[in-house]
């Protein structure tokens, strides 16, 4: 969904302070599961009453929740008539995880892309 309202497109190499507003951001409980649905929803995104139904967050709080998700590039938001459609910043999110890997097993084969790892790596 291109709009000239979007918000939030970088295109840039992220920056260690812009990396850590990023992490900063998705290490609280709902502002994660935003994301998390959002990735999950796609690149058409999603309406913020959509959001806050299917999280059952406050709409105050989730107005909050993606405002910082926004400013730290993970977000993007796109008028559709009265509405406001929230999704996943793609490239912010490749950004934040390139940096992450950027000197990933010293050059060499990494481990990363290994498909021999668990899936599911929780503790």
Do not use: W
Not at 37 to 54: F, R, S
């Amino acid at each position: 969904m291109e709009n000239e309202n979007t918000i939030g497109m970088q295109a840039a190499p992220l920056t260690s302070t812009a990396a850590i507003a990023a992490l900063a951001a998705l290490a609280q409980e709902s502002r994660l599961a935003v994301f998390r649905l959002l990735v999950q929803a796609g690149p058409d995104g999603m309406a913020a009453t959509k959001i806050a139904e299917a999280l059952a967050i406050a709409p105050s709080s989730l107005s909050f929740h993606l405002k910082e998700l926004a400013h730290a590039n993970l977000v993007t938001a796109s008028k559709a008539g009265r509405s406001i459609i929230y999704a996943a910043n793609y490239p912010g999110m490749h950004g934040l995880l390139a940096f992450l890997t950027e000197n990933c097993c010293a050059g060499a084969s990494c481990c990363v892309t290994d498909p021999t790892l668990p899936k599911d790596i929780t503790t």
